[in-house]
């Protein structure tokens, strides 16, 4: 299925048909298929190099270690993250990491003090994230995500496939549970992302992101006392010459 069918069929149509191919199978065989022959040379893998990000990083370099792996560097991020970043890396051999920055000169007209997060974490995340995010993938036709269904309510909806403007997400691991990751990352001993061990079972950058309690929700942790629970990246459809 090509951007060309998704624009032909249009969006609802092309995602639901692309879900029921491929509803049952496993991650590990969607995600071959999608790079592979889906979308060869035209999808990207966008990762956190977060909590649970081993595993898809894995999943790919086992199928094609030159897959492009998008990596959005707010510039707020642990240094913990980026250090984990570049140890996956080596440790999984990948070839094709595209580090992707907000732009410099926007930064420095409306977050000079790097504490637009405090007074407008939407702004914030649309010009660290969003912007830089689309960006990147305006070369792609299709990118993977690491949502899970049991993240959050809105998560647990998820379908494998989703339209998104003249783009495809991809979300393998929607019908994974906690210890369906803990079960491969154990299976194929996978590091863990060090502050996953200190009470952050979900991470993102540094000012938005704090310890759960045992027993809270996951997600709990990020723009904790916000009504925030995204970035913005799932919530638009991605155009670096939109309104995003
Ligand atoms: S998560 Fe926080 S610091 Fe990072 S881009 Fe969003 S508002 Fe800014």
Not at 30 to 46: C, E, T
Request: charged content about 25%.
């Amino acid at each position: 299925m090509s951007a060309h069918d998704i624009k032909l069929f249009g969006d609802a149509v092309a995602a639901s048909r692309l879900e029921t191919r491929f509803g049952l199978v496993s991650a590990e065989s969607l995600l071959r298929f999608a790079i592979r022959d889906l979308y060869p040379g035209r999808i990207a893998l966008v990762s956190s190099f977060g909590a649970d990000s081993v595993v898809l990083l894995h999943m790919i370099s086992e199928i094609d270690k030159a897959t492009p792996v998008v990596f959005v560097d707010s510039g707020q991020h642990f240094p913990e993250t980026l250090a984990y970043r570049d140890a996956l890396v080596e440790r999984l051999g990948l070839t094709n990491i595209v580090n992707t920055t907000p732009d410099a000169a926007t930064l420095a007209r409306e977050d000079p003090e790097n504490f637009l997060f405090a007074s407008d974490p939407d702004r914030c995340c649309d010009i660290r994230k969003v912007v830089p995010l689309a960006e990147a993938l305006d070369s792609y036709d299709a990118w993977i995500t690491g949502r899970k269904g049991f993240q959050t309510a809105d998560r647990a909806r998820l379908p494998l496939f989703e339209a998104e403007g003249e783009r495809v997400k991809v979300n393998p691991l929607v019908g994974w549970s906690a210890g369906d990751l803990l079960a491969y990352i154990k299976q194929h001993d996978l590091p863990p992302h060090p502050l996953v061990a200190k009470g952050f079972p979900s991470i993102g950058c540094l000012p938005c992101t704090s310890r759960v309690s045992p027993g809270e929700d996951p997600r709990s942790g990020r723009w904790r006392g916000k009504a925030k629970q995204e970035c913005g990246i799932h919530g638009v459809t991605l155009d670096a010459g939109g309104n995003i």
